[in-house]
């Protein structure tokens, strides 16, 4: 069960959200195993007296899911075997993070309606998000979802429980386009990967590089395989506050089985989708598109934070108006909330996809042997005082305290107003910083502690501390933050340590930095901006690979390789 727990490292661990009801009350096996006598089988005493269930046996979850629904919501539920079984205390948060996005001011509230209206995208044979909001709170919701046996199954639990059947209205996927065939499911679609749907909707195979590498291109390439997700399924006329989504998190069953400590069943209809959760919610973006303002938000959980980037990047490029983001607690492991909007907002913000917190760290692994933390330290301190920021090296605390002032974080930021529409890995930091300019709320200045610890041989912890005195704006910190660390993973990580998001932030970095690779681009002719998709498009197979490589050589030095192996274990 998730508890409050705090991170051994690298600062506090989110905690379970404060108005969940398991919060401060974590569920009570003996007690639920007096009470419901089914459950006692499962239940278990441990050396020190601690009633127990065991994790990986799928009766036993899907029994206590049971019991925590009936006995804490009323709820009279089912599912049968193999089917996904959810926790309660995790889907709770998720609802409880709408809860606040509805009541927040960053957009204004355009709601006719006092009831407010949900959309559960894959709502699966639990049909738990919309049970859970709907006895919570009493909203209102549409759960639609592509498979037999999770339309059989959510109407019976709708069903089951009488009072719901006004709220809940379960909603088939009806597509002409099939479904997934297990051999897809297995080894991803059998479409050729060169095959484009282009801005008419027509299909035409594209042989070579395109004429323009510009984003509009590339978010008319087909993304998503399988029946629709919004576009197609929401009726005329139809109006939501929000959308939600556990998507598929998996391209393969092979991944999906990876957490052997847990049995929380599914099955690969529920579990897998080609592309994973990257192309899922990808197409939830593209249908946000086109559907604007039909919902107030749109959101969906996110299980890896490479794609949360990624994904925040694609909202930013697609024109929304906030991106907000949250990480769930999950017992030992992290997923992450995702939420955009198309409505106007209502108030200056920082926008969210940068962490507003004081205190920021990462873990820099994989260490190349001849580099210590002394060295990383020094590296430090160069990258901030190129920008001509004040720093002081203390190397017998390892800690560098630095100020800066707002010509120095655009040096370090390497924002360039002629980069503006082009860097796409920047266009949020622009958008952050033309918001603060605008508001002028831009800090004069900046003060921070850099440390450097040693975690084990090979693994560094790097802290950045805020003066919290002296700075309105963490935002920033944040992001200075983030450069350095994609600096410092590049000049001293070994190891799929070159992440695609570290290649599309050096190239961001070299363009608008140095005029001799800007030439060489030109030159080239390769892309002027450089994101996730472009590295993993058919454009990287169709021969701009080998130039980019050309391109980066300096900065990567020899360890290209590692990133074409990355690219091709993501292709
Ligand atoms: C990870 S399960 C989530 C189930 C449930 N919402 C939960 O949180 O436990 C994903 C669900 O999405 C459904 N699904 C996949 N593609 C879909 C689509 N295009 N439209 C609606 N549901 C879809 C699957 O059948 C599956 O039930």
Request: some cysteine.
């Amino acid at each position: 069960m998730p508890s409050k727990k705090k991170r051994k490292r690298g600062g506090e661990r989110p905690v379970i959200h404060p108005r969940n009801k398991y919060s401060e009350n974590p569920p009570d096996f003996g007690l639920l195993a007096s009470l419901h006598p089914s459950f006692e089988p499962y239940v278990f005493y441990s050396h020190d007296g601690r009633p127990k269930i065991d994790w990986t046996d799928f009766h036993a979850t899907r029994e206590l899911t049971r019991i925590l629904l009936l006995h804490d919501h009323g709820l009279d539920w089912w599912i049968p075997d193999g089917q996904l079984c959810p926790t309660v205390p995790n889907r709770l948060n998720y609802i409880h993070w709408i809860e606040d996005l509805l009541a927040s001011d960053l957009i204004p509230c355009t709601r006719a309606d006092s009831v407010v209206k949900g959309f559960d995208i894959g709502t699966g044979a639990n049909c738990i998000y919309p049970l859970l909001g709907a006895s919570l709170l009493g909203w209102t919701f549409v759960g639609s979802d592509v498979t037999d046996v999770a339309i059989e199954w959510a109407n019976r639990n709708v069903k089951s429980n009488p009072c719901m059947s006004e709220l809940i209205e379960i909603r088939r996927v009806d597509s002409e386009t099939k479904i997934f065939d297990a051999e897809e499911l297995k080894n991803g679609p059998k479409d050729n990967i060169n095959s484009y749907i282009d801005s008419n909707n027509t299909k035409s195979v594209d042989m070579g590089p395109p004429p323009s590498f510009s984003l509009a291109r590339l978010s008319a390439k087909k993304s998503h395989h399988g029946p629709p997700v919004l576009v197609g399924v929401i009726k005329d006329g139809e109006n939501f506050d929000f959308c939600m989504c556990n998507p598929p998190f998996f391209e393969t069953m092979e991944e999906a089985g990876l957490n052997p400590k847990t049995s929380c069943g599914g099955t690969p209809e529920e579990m897998v989708c080609p592309g994973g959760e990257e192309a899922f919610i990808t197409r939830i973006i593209e249908d946000s598109v086109q559907l604007k303002q039909t919902f107030w938000w749109y959101t969906s959980m996110v299980g890896r934070k490479s794609n949360l980037n990624t994904l925040t990047s694609k909202l930013w490029n697609v024109g929304v108006t906030v991106v907000k983001t949250t990480e769930f607690v999950q017992g030992r492991t992290s997923r992450w909330g995702l939420a955009w909007s198309f409505v106007p907002p209502s108030r200056k913000m920082i926008f969210s996809h940068v962490t507003e917190k004081n205190n920021l760290s990462f873990m820099l692994e994989g260490l190349q042997r001849q580099y210590s933390a002394f060295h990383v330290l020094q590296s430090v301190e160069s990258f901030i005082c190129s920008s001509g920021a004040s720093c002081k090296l203390n190397a017998a605390t390892f800690n560098i305290d630095i100020t800066a002032s707002k010509n120095h974080f655009d040096k370090i930021l390497k924002i360039e107003t002629q980069n503006k529409n082009e860097a796409a890995i920047c266009k949020n930091e622009l958008e952050i910083s033309s918001t603060l300019e605008d508001n002028n709320c831009q800090p004069d200045v900046l003060s921070f502690r850099i440390s450097v610890f040693q975690q084990i041989p090979g693994t560094l912890l790097v802290r950045a501390t805020l003066n919290q005195k002296e700075s309105s704006s963490p935002g920033l910190f944040s992001l200075i933050f983030q450069q350095l660390e994609f600096f410092l993973k590049n000049n001293f990580c070994t190891e799929r340590c070159i992440s695609f998001d570290m290649i599309i932030c050096t190239y961001s970095r070299l363009l608008s930095t140095r005029d001799s690779f800007k030439s060489g681009v030109n030159l080239l002719g390769l892309p002027t901006h450089l994101d996730r998709c472009s590295l993993q498009s058919p454009f990287c197979k169709m021969g701009y690979l080998g130039k980019i490589r050309r391109a980066l050589t300096v900065d990567f030095a020899g360890r290209f390789e590692k990133v074409e192996q990355e690219i091709s274990y993501a292709n």
